[in-house]
């Protein structure tokens, strides 16, 4: 018995080897973030973008207007389903102490059951601009209080975001022709749905039209993580965004394949989506037009996502790119301030410089 329990261990080991050797493959992150691999050089950034003219911008908006709506046209009379003035959320009590006057409660209804609730955070004092803020997939977007709290400060009036299905959003159980009733409780489960891009995007476009009805002077939009991708996505397909701060949001495909972490959820690799426009696309298209700018806002040393500087293999690129176009600018900071997955005092200074502030 005890030469064939040997036998079982020697035979155990070698497999448990390679298993925790694939395991540690899979967590990888980007190694040396103080240079670039040489083989993503072997990538022209510049052959990925094709956009040559205004008129190449507007058929690659109609495009993802197209997919992501499924034929039908940009929701841009859609509003709220319900807008609860002057609500109480005791975990905000703070800002009252600063600069803000009083939070709304925006309810946005769709498809499937599925809502999206946000906060309309309104400043005492105002510079009459409004700003998107939008939480990612750690939760709630009461996590991002620092920085709503630093915009009301400045005076911007701030409506804030979670992704589909956390915060307080719902959890909708669905019922699929093809495959029964289902509980949606994370992003890979919104596969089975139709048109599932559709539900990170509405909500935001549907809040801008409520706040172009308040007749704000500008409309900018900031996001982390998750709603770093939400970001660059509403400022590809909605214009009316005029500067947009996506942070440790994205990076292009060709920059993500060795490095699991940054691969994303389903949303941030769908190839229909990206066939028809990829990141660098999707980048041009947020920062064109008369008086946009797009500032990709990347940590250095992230604990997350996007680290270290493999961004300097298109950044060049896309300078050139927006110059070509003339109109609108996109520019990359790197925040090497911290090790964190976040919205930095760094950044936050990056971003009221690009304001005027």
Known sequence: ????????????????????????????????????????????????????????????????V???????????GKLPGE????????????LFKTNLMRIDKITVNM???????????LPRTSNGKLIVYHQGHRGDFVQGIDTIGAFLE??????????????????????????????????????????????????????????TKLNYDEIHMIGISGG????????????????????????PFYLRSNVQRDWGDYEQNLPDLYNIANYLELYVLGSFGEGRVQVQLLNKYDSCCFAGIRYRTYEN??????????????EIFLDDSHKDHKISEESLKVVFKNEGL
């Not at 493959?25 to 240079?35: H, K, N, V, Y």
């Not at 499924?70 to 841009?76: N, T, V």
């Not at 498809?111 to 955070?121: K, P, R, V």
């Not at 307080?168 to 919104?190: A, E, S, T």
Request: glycine share 8%.
């Open 317 to 330: 690129t896309m300078k050139e790119v927006m110059r070509s176009l003339g109109k609108g600018k996109f």
């Open 83 to 94: 807008v609860e003035e002057n609500i109480t959320d005791d975990r905000y009590a703070d």
């Open 111 to 121: 498809d499937y059951g599925l809502s999206s609730i946000s906060y309309h955070f």
């Open 228 to 251: 770093g991708w939400t970001t660059t996505v509403c400022a590809a397909v909605d214009k009316r965004i005029r500067h947009s701060y996506p942070v440790a949001g994205t990076l």
């Open 154 to 211: 400045k005076g911007f009036s701030v409506m804030a975001f979670s992704m589909p299905l956390l915060g307080m959003n719902n959890q909708p159980v669905v019922d699929l022709d093809r495959f029964g009733k289902f509980h949606l409780v994370k992003h890979d489960h919104m596969k089975l749905l139709k048109s599932p891009i559709r539900f990170f995007v509405e909500p935001i476009v549907v809040g801008i039209n409520y706040g």
């Open 1 to 64: 018995m005890k030469s064939i329990d040997r036998a079982r261990s020697i035979a155990v080991v070698p497999l448990l080897l390679i298993v925790s050797f694939s395991f540690a493959a899979l967590a990888d992150g980007p190694g040396d973030l103080e240079s670039i691999d040489p083989s993503y050089y072997e990538t022209d950034a510049n052959s990925l973008i094709d956009i040559g003219s205004a008129r190449d911008i507007t058929a690659k908006r109609k495009a993802l």
């Open 66 to 76: 197209r997919y992501i709506w499924m034929g039908e046209s940009f929701p841009s």
